[in-house]
């Protein structure tokens, strides 16, 4: 069974920039796809960036342009770089497998935009 967990959240500001990381007791090698997700106060979880084992991404709109998701699978580790980011960006970061996810997510890390 897979074990995840993120670090790397923080307070920022607007504009400013973070790094997520996602460490997995497993093999994500084995895993095609990978994804970070985040879930809002009041808000159900939603998928943001996806990233295959051939490298290919794909993003939801909101965070186009401005997140880039990474994996290194010798690390077993998934990452999220943030950029520009805005107060609508506030969350709680998830990794997990994607589309479809495994029944077991980690504790997640929160990130803050405010000013």
């Known amino acids: 069974q897979v074990q995840l967990v993120e670090a790397g959240g923080g307070l920022v500001q607007p504009g400013g920039s973070l790094r997520l990381s996602c460490a997995a007791s497993?093999?994500?090698?084995?895993?095609?796809?990978m994804g970070w997700y985040r879930q809002a106060p009041g808000k159900q979880r939603e998928l943001v960036a996806t990233?295959?084992?051939?490298?290919?991404?794909n993003y939801a709109n909101s965070v186009k342009g401005r997140f880039t998701i990474s994996r290194d699978n010798a690390k077993n580790t998934v990452y999220l770089q943030m950029n520009s980011l805005k107060p609508e960006d506030t969350a709680v970061y998830f990794c997990n497998a994607a589309p479809k996810p495994f029944n077991t997510w980690g504790q997640g890390t929160q990130v803050t935009v405010s000013s």
């Open positions: 990233i295959l084992n051939s490298g290919t991404t």
């Open positions: 497993g093999i994500i090698c084995s895993i095609n796809a």
